[in-house]
T-cell receptor
């Protein structure tokens, strides 16, 4: 089993739609989680951290489910500019300050 | 403005040559990292460093070398021993703490010709 797994997509959704991605992680000791956005041929950029209580930033909501070992990202009212690959990132809990990346979920928002 | 700078943006190398990719940060971050990304694949960790003059191998260190003589700098050398070096190389830095993510540089695209 991979340490961090994501559905590669692509998710093709119309503008204005709500879309959700899940990401599962294998190490139950993991404590820190993040979502990154990567545009084609660009570097990943931090979208949001994921806190135990869940957190929201505008149209984006991130949630953590420790019992089932997954994190989710919900995007409401999708915009064309949301088209990108969304990377799930889990910090290695062994104390080495390594971060483990999922392979990403590709989103295409269609006009 | 603080940030992390990678150079060059594009690099072409002949087979059998060593090349060095530059990574400099002025964020005062303790930790620095090198990742490789191949088309359609995730990021794979090459080397990382949490403190000056110390670094650890990541998952795919063979054929690569690094140094960390200054806090701000973490250059990566791609040696001729790396069998398939054509890829997108990303440098990142972070604060040493549980809730801090990475800041990435804009990357270097290396092509072997």
């Amino acid at each position: 089993r991979k340490e961090v797994e994501q559905d590669p997509g692509p998710f093709n959704v119309p503008e204005g739609a709500t879309v959700a991605f899940n990401c599962t992680y294998s190490n139950s000791a993991s404590q820190s989680f993040f979502w990154y956005r990567q545009d084609c041929r660009k570097e990943p950029k931090l979208l949001m951290s994921v806190y135990s209580s869940g957190n929201e930033d505008g149209r984006f909501t991130a949630q953590l489910n420790r019992a089932s070992q997954y994190i989710s990202l919900l995007i409401r009212d999708s915009k064309l500019s949301d088209s990108a690959t969304y990377l799930c990132v889990v910090k290695d809990p062994s104390g080495t300050y390594k971060y483990i990346f999922g392979t990403g979920t590709r989103l295409k928002v269609l006009a | 403005d603080g940030g992390i700078t990678q150079s060059p943006k594009y690099l072409f190398r002949k087979e059998g040559q060593n090349v060095t990719l530059s990574c400099e940060q002025n964020l005062n971050h303790d930790a620095m990292y090198w990742y490789r990304q191949d088309p359609g694949q995730g990021l794979r960790l090459i080397y990382y460093s949490q403190i000056v003059n110390d670094f650890q191998k990541g998952d795919i260190a063979e054929g690569y070398s690094v140094s960390r003589e200054k806090k701000e700098s973490f250059p990566l050398t791609v040696t001729s021993a790396q069998k398939n070096p054509t890829a997108f190389y990303l440098c990142a830095s972070s604060i040493l703490g549980p809730q801090h993510g990475y800041t990435f540089g804009s990357g270097t695209r290396l092509t072997v010709v």
